[in-house]
């Protein structure tokens, strides 16, 4: 199991002490990692990120202030500086000098008519770094009166992946594209913001609004029987609706290709060309699964699924490539029943269990 | 067998000389041929392509080095020079450009099943090559045993190191011209795109070896895998488009499909109007996989598809059309049935109406190379406790 940190205070400052207090040993492993990485990716020292992450205050005090407490807070809990647990939450941002390393991640939701048994799923796959395990850990944060939110993040980030009180389940995938303006909102802060929201429509209203400067995919489920997927950039966002039920998304764009690069579009992340299929055809068998403990099965074969291995849904190191990348996480998230399962890795080799925590508690 | 069959191994070099030696009369034909036709077709003097076909090799060599080695070898072992097997591996790339003529384009019909829409549950895929009918004698097979990649059968036209076929992986690759022009003027040639591929132990690197050249051609790949899995691409010097089976099928001709090039959008017209009925065709006829019980049944399934008249001559199984020049006179040279399944690769040679399909005596999976993948240890199946 995956380190749990449970936070609870109506304040965010609060919140982000508690946090800081309880995720310091995994921020250290972040922290770690990525000072060697932005500096090999973006040729930026750590004295140089700490320098300039304060230029995202502004940006961020004006998207989400509650957020940016929360970040004082765990600086102040874990003893890290201020700009440190702002780079961490900057991090997509800071590695773009290689746009041929995104997150790589498979997502996917099944509505009730995909479902065999009947309940609403979403989750996925998160495929990063090889050194970057030891940093997940679990969220829970109970922040009245808004919603109960339980997320997996790299520790010392404010959001990520996860799902919330009212039902409303939000995974994320990488979209390479070179394109956009300087400095905008990064990712943690806005997917932070819509598992903040009380209800669809404002977690919608989250990403039109947001100014980005990534490229990222958002696949948003709701416990009612909801699902749309977005494709979100800097200028205009893609959308895609299920079929039969079921929405699948990975790393290249889908439902649209945005006018910027429509000349030269090539994915770096070209496996997502049969990660996205695979995962469909798995998911297709759910709809004759028998039971809550079929249906699941289905969905964690679909996971675990070893086309093109090493390079597969079910991501492991690739010894060619220098073995750089593996799933670090996979999730399935009942929203009918507010389970959250999940595997701390390779779910072929670690099985899904659930958390002690449910979504509706 | 009706089809020159050429088997090589060893070294890029070795194996080269071996391809060149055994292949001699057929690049002789080949570069006869093409030394007239792109006089024809594209204005270019033969020793005008033969002074610039080394503008290809830093490419190459940057791409798949072991190219250059393979085609040193075919030129000294065919008793050529090493330009002339260049020039025969740029054909596509040297065979347009006069502003009178249609685009010279491979018209193939190009077809892929999955297992579970098979009657006999096999994985399949094939396609009719289409092309100079005065290039038929230049056809060969060629198998190739190479050193830590795996083992590839293909029909390529002598003295070519890639065209369309399958390898010891499981993974086929079939090919059709798609006509549009645009973007770089030189680029990475489509025989060496299409041997990496088939040097490929995975879905994973034939979609690396796709993504990550820089081609001046358009052109569409079917890329099938034995474990059930199909990706259609139509690649271009720009973006690719790229497409999935229905029903457990997919065909592919020679128009854009997926997409429409954002550099040819307001004008784009297909330059073969036989591929909009072609496509059609064969899934009309495909359409009935489901409903084989045997691979005998299969194979003849395919066959009617791939030796439909409708449109003649200018049908999916092509005839010369008497109303074109000397130099445009296309029919099918060769016309393949791979079964991914259990190996087995058919090859009529020449138009499949006239000609029966033969069993080559190379089985896809007899290859002693296995993927370096194999040799990472694979765990157990996932559990959920909850």
């Not at chain 2, 770089?184 to 490929?200: D, E, H, V």
Request: proline share 6%; hydrophobic share 35%; net charge negative.
């Amino acid at each position: 199991m995956l380190p749990l940190v449970e936070i609870d205070s109506p304040e965010a400052r609060e919140r982000g002490r508690q946090y800081g207090e309880l995720a310091r040993a995994q921020i250290a492993v972040s922290v770690e990692f990525y000072k060697r990485e932005f500096e090999l990716k973006s040729g930026l020292t750590w004295e140089e990120v700490r320098r300039r992450a304060p230029q995202w205050v502004p940006v961020i005090e004006a998207f989400h202030p509650e957020a940016l407490e929360e970040v004082r807070g765990i600086s102040e809990g874990s003893g890290f500086a201020f700009e440190e647990i702002l780079a961490l939450n900057g991090r997509g941002e800071l590695r773009t000098g290689d746009p041929f390393d995104v997150d790589g991640c498979t997502s996917f939701a099944l509505t009730a008519e995909a479902s065999g048994d009947g309940h609403v799923y979403c989750g996925q796959t998160w495929d990063w770094r090889v050194g970057t395990k030891e940093s997940i850990v679990m969220l829970h944060v109970k922040q009245e009166p808004k919603p109960t939110i339980v997320m997996q993040v790299e520790a010392g980030q404010v959001g990520r992946h996860g799902a919330n009180s009212t039902g409303l389940g939000l995974n994320a995938n990488g979209l390479e594209a070179p394109f956009g303006f300087g400095l905008g909102v990064p990712a943690p802060y806005i997917r932070r913001r819509i598992l903040d929201s009380n209800t669809i429509y404002d977690a919608l209203h989250v990403v039109m609004e947001a100014k980005q400067a990534l490229c990222s995919n958002l696949l948003f489920t709701h416990r009612d029987g909801y699902c749309v997927d977005l494709e979100t950039t800097p200028a205009r966002h893609g959308m895609m609706e299920p079929t039969n039920g079921m929405l699948v998304h990975a790393n290249a764009f889908l439902a649209h290709v945005p006018e910027q690069i429509e000349q030269s579009y090539r994915p770096s992340s070209f496996d997502s060309l049969f990660r996205v299929p695979r995962v469909e055809g798995h998911l297709r068998r759910a709809r004759a699964a028998g039971s809550t403990t079929e249906t699941r099965a289905v969905i964690a074969s679909a996971l675990s699924d070893h086309f093109a291995y090493p390079n597969s849904v079910c991501t492991h190191p690739d010894p060619r490539d220098g073995g750089r990348w593996e799933t670090i996480a996979s999730s399935i998230v009942d929203l009918t029943t507010g389970e959250y399962l999940i595997a701390p890795g390779n779910p072929c080799e670690h099985g899904y269990e659930a958390l002690p925590w449910n979504l509706y508690s | 067998m009706r089809i020159s069959l050429i088997e090589i191994a060893g070294p890029p070099r070795e194996r080269g000389r071996q391809y060149g030696e055994q292949a001699r009369e057929h690049i002789a034909r080949s570069i006869a041929w093409y030394s007239e036709q792109f006089t024809a077709t594209a204005s270019l003097q033969w020793d005008v392509v033969l002074e610039n076909a080394r503008r290809w090799e830093p490419l190459v060599e940057a791409y798949l080095p072991d190219a250059l080695e393979e085609m040193q070898g075919i030129a000294e072992g065919a008793g050529v020079t090493y330009e002339e097997i260049l020039a025969l591996n740029g054909r596509g790339e040297l065979s347009s450009g006069n502003p009178f003529l249609d685009e010279a384009n491979d018209e193939c019909s190009s077809y892929s099943i999955l297992p579970e829409a098979a009657g006999d549950g096999h994985a399949y895929c094939g396609q009719n090559w289409d092309w100079r009918s005065a290039i038929l004698d230049t056809v060969v097979m060629l198998r190739i045993e190479q050193p830590e990649l795996p083992t590839i059968v293909m029909q390529v036209e002598a003295g070519q190191v890639g065209r369309q076929g399958a390898n010891s992986a499981g993974l086929g690759l079939n090919a059709n011209g798609l006509s549009a022009r645009f973007g770089a003027r030189l680029g990475m040639p489509q025989p060496y795109i299409r041997r990496k591929i088939l040097n490929s132990w995975d879905m994973n690197e034939a979609l690396e070896a796709v993504f990550k050249s820089k081609q001046s051609l358009c052109t569409n790949l079917l890329l099938s895998h034995r474990d059930g899995f199909i990706v259609d691409l139509e690649t271009t010097p720009g973006r690719h488009g790229w497409g999935y089976p229905k029903d457990g099928v997919l065909v592919h001709t020679n128009h854009f499909r997926y997409f429409v090039p954002k550099q040819i959008e307001e004008t784009y017209r297909v330059t073969s109007p036989d591929s909009l009925y072609r496509a059609e065709r064969i899934e009309r006829v495909l359409a009935r996989v489901g409903e084989t019980t045997t691979s005998e049944q299969m194979h003849a399934l395919i066959g009617e598809a791939l030796s439909d008249h409708f449109g003649y001559p200018n049908s999916v199984c092509n005839h010369p059309d008497p109303n074109h020049p000397w130099f445009d006179q296309n029919e099918t040279v060769a016309s393949s049935i791979v079964d991914l399944t259990t190996g087995e690769y058919w090859i009529a040679h020449g138009n499949p109406c006239e000609n029966e399909y033969e069993l080559l005596p190379w089985n896809l999976y007899d290859s002693s190379s296995t993927s370096p993948a194999a040799r990472i240890p694979l765990r157990s199946a996932p559990s959920i406790r909850a």
